[in-house]
T-cell receptor
């Protein structure tokens, strides 16, 4: 069974801090994604990666960056955390690029920025 | 602007009855649609998908219907079971080979009462 592990379940950070959210998958998937989930907005794509060292912007990349140095690990970086980045962050991976290759999500990191 | 809309935030159904979850979209370039289910404190899990060349796809108790002219899709669960109580997200994609790049709706919370 695919496992996507996010390093923290809950995180509280101060405004202006640099924040790292880590995600590891154990199924040798090529593709990895970062989404955030907010009430009334559903899930929105921040960044994704179809290969190691590769990254592409999603729909809401402002204020974020990512790193993918190894196939199994995809990190989301908040360069200078702001209160509007308080959210649930969900990492996902998938086997192939076809539309029906399901996303396998981690359990999420609830980030609060004060 | 929300390109994928789930206008019902919640739905309550008796066990054994049919649950119908609805989703509307505005972008005619969307060709692929998926449903995900999310339990509290867990990441979403893939449920079922459909491409625009079909108008129906079935998997056990779950059937997705697509009406392209109306830009509307629905998920039917028959019969509903208490374990189906969860938040359901519909999602859309515009390209066959850009799996994972999804536009999600806001979610509908389904409650199935025994």
């Amino acid at each position: 069974d695919v496992k996507v592990t996010q390093s923290s379940r809950y995180l509280v950070k101060r405004t202006g801090e640099k924040v790292f959210l880590e995600c590891v998958q154990d199924m040798d998937h090529e593709n990895m994604f970062w989404y955030r989930q907010d009430p009334g907005l559903g899930l929105r794509l921040i960044y994704f990666s179809y290969d190691v060292k590769m990254k592409e912007k999603g729909d809401i990349p402002e204020g974020y960056s990512v790193s993918r140095e190894k196939k199994e690990r995809f990190s989301l970086i908040l360069e200078s955390a702001s209160t509007n980045q308080t959210s649930m962050y969900l990492c996902a991976s998938s086997f192939s690029r076809t539309y029906n290759s399901p996303l396998h999500f981690g359990n999420g990191t609830r980030l609060t920025v004060t | 602007d929300q390109q994928v809309k789930q206008n019902s935030p919640s739905l309550s159904v008796q066990e054994g009855r049919i649950s119908i979850l609805n989703c509307d979209y505005t972008n005619s370039m969307f060709d692929y649609f998926l449903w995900y289910k999310k339990y509290p404190a867990e990441g979403p899990t893939f449920l079922i998908s459909i491409s625009s060349i079909k108008d129906k796809n079935e998997d056990g108790r779950f059937t997705v219907f697509l009406n392209k002219s109306a830009k509307h899709l629905s998920l039917h669960i028959v019969p509903s079971q208490p374990g189906d109580s969860a938040v359901y997200f519909c999602a859309a994609s515009g390209a066959y080979n850009q799996g994972g790049k999804l536009i999600f709706g806001q979610g509908t919370e389904l409650s199935v009462k025994p």
